[in-house]
């Protein structure tokens, strides 16, 4: 059965990051390998069962399973009454995020989501107001009646002056809506993998919702226009009942003698008929660009971004653009004081002659970020801002792209991008990240999953480049020499001649690239250290300077996968360490140590938090039993309960341990479940867990642990209220199997 189809009324698929009462959900996807990537950047610890969605705001677990979904669970005692706990059970969170972050990409300010209004319980609708409340975006998630709609409908007209409707899919109210105006919006999410997404439909009479993402549709002052909806001077009506545009121009244009100038004409073939240039065309044009893109300068060039070429009705060329993206030219930026008479006329604006010198500003951001890589951090615009005394003023997006593209260069084969220390408002990437990777030649085009996990990646390699960097420096060459020797010698007389020192270069250099074609570090280090004091030319140094550099970057990867195997380790254990005897978890901990000291305290600062935590853990578990030991108690309670079962009637911890001669009754209480939990290990799932057989003093209530244990079988745990029945029936089944 597909996993979007299984039964599970005890799975919880979403949960808020943060705090309880957080509006940030998550969905946890049912694929392991999806849970692999949900969970890099997170720890077991984020996750609550939110109080927007109706939950207890206790912690949750995420579960990781191969043959069957991944799920939340609750951490035990489990005393919550959610009762949505599917895919969709915080779908009026995303909703909410989306339309208001949706509003504010709009322009829009004073944007606040109200996802429990007076008289609503959560997850009937959701309230996005802006401008200062005085406008209204109502989300209808739960079915109401006409009479009841239309009542709302008056009442929030009253309080707001503008009111625009979105309907869920389960919502019949869009078809009154549909009645009163033409079309009404209708809003969906849909899992995409470890993410929910946002769509927004149009509903017309007698034809299927078309659906859209968000970012398609903008906002008018009359509402909200879709790419199925058109904007008129009579108002938003649907695009197929709009009258027919004029037809476009035929695809051969004229041109006007004057529009085009032709330069660098270039033979490229030729025809019997005709001849083929390459040439570079200059077009006097005009330009339309949005109302809310930068302005270009007439002293810079630009690209134009997402656009098209056509011809006006008055013939004239018309570029019609998303926005521009400035480039580097060699007019642009060359000194005045070397250039011939300029003129240029134009007189920079106060806050333009404010700003520092572009040079100034690549040399402060790329030294702020490397600091940050020194130390292990990450920093934010504001930090770059500050450092380069840009105080109160704002770079826009194409800026920031094109400073931190020349903090990037010079680019190297493996350089890891020294932007993504750069963290966005989110805690995520910076929201420019994306187009630096393309900028520096990154064709490949990202989700936001992938681009979270290269960000990630970036950030740990240039940590990593930036410890292991100075070990490469010319300082720490004395520390070397005092430590270390050479594996070989090279043969000959030593002479302290320039042909002597040449000889015994090229020698240690031949060994050096042997070892590095073998792919050994250690032996290529020491000789690239000898040759360094017998290099002579300026050539032999540079030659030594590209192996350095090589020797850098691979010994930056080395570090990092080390890293990298440390924290998926972590994760591990703070994904399942619960669930971990003592001395599964005191090995996993054995072997975080060592990659830890591998990998340096700096580097591991984070990891190395988690592993005194998890010891700490296990010094309160030293009186706890082994797994070993756990097993060889199950074995001999597995073989009572049976007999117990046979004979029809239950016991106790007590009888139990006198029965077998261990002292059970005086075990902790995580290792009597453990030790049930492995008796019905291998008890099918349709028959009574032997676990049942064990009662509380008296015998006549199930024991006080039989909830847990059916838990962590992943067995039906049923409400409190419940419990005694479900063991009544557990027990009547062993009677009829005897």
Known sequence: MPYAEEEDTRKVQTAVIGRAESDWPVFLPYDHDDFDRFMRGRTRDDFYCG????????????KRYTDKRCHFAHRPPVHCRRTEIGEDSADHLYIGRAVADW?????QRAVHPVYKPKGHQVRDVVDVSYEAGRRLIRVQLARRSKREWEETDAELRIR????????GPDSLLANWQVERQGYALRVQCRSLGAIRTVEIGTQFPDRPVEWTSLSECTLAPEGIVTPSLLRTPSGIVPRHAAPAEPAPPPSSLPLTPASVLITDAALSHATDTHRWFDVSIRVNACLSLPARADSPDVHHTYLPMDATLSLDSDGTWLIKAGALQRIQSDTADRPMDSAGPSSDTHTPSPEEQSLPPDADLV???????????????????ATLCKGASLHGHILPGDRWRELLLRVEQPRTPGKPVLSALIKGRDGGPAPFFKEILHGL????RFSNTELLDIWNRERGRVHAAYSRSSRANPPSVPHQEAHRKPQSRVRGKRSDSAAGRRAAFD???DVAHEARQAGDLDTFEQHLFLAERAALSTDAHETLRDHTDWLVDQRANELYETWERLAALIDTINRDGDDLYPDQLRRALQSAEELAEEVGDDLAAEERGDIERWQRHLERMTQRLTLSQIRGHAITVRVALRQAAREGRTTTWGELALRIGAPLAALD????????????????????PLSALVTAHGGDRPHPLYQQILFNLDRIAPPPEALFMHWRMALRRHSELR
């Open 441 to 444: 030649g990154w064709t490949k």
């Open 103 to 107: 509003l504010k990409r709009q322009g």
């Open 51 to 62: 109080v927007l969605l109706g939950g207890c705001g206790k912690k949750l677990s995420p």
């Open 507 to 509: 020698a240690l250099l």
């Open 363 to 381: 040399a402060s951001f790329r030294r702020t970020l490397e600091n940050a890589a020194r130390s292990k951090n990450v920093v934010t615009m």
């Open 160 to 167: 707001h002056s503008e009111l625009e409707w979105l309907f």
């Open 669 to 688: 209480p995580d290792d009597k479940i453990a030790v049930l939990v492995e008796v019905d290990r291998e008890t099918p799932d349709d028959r009574p």
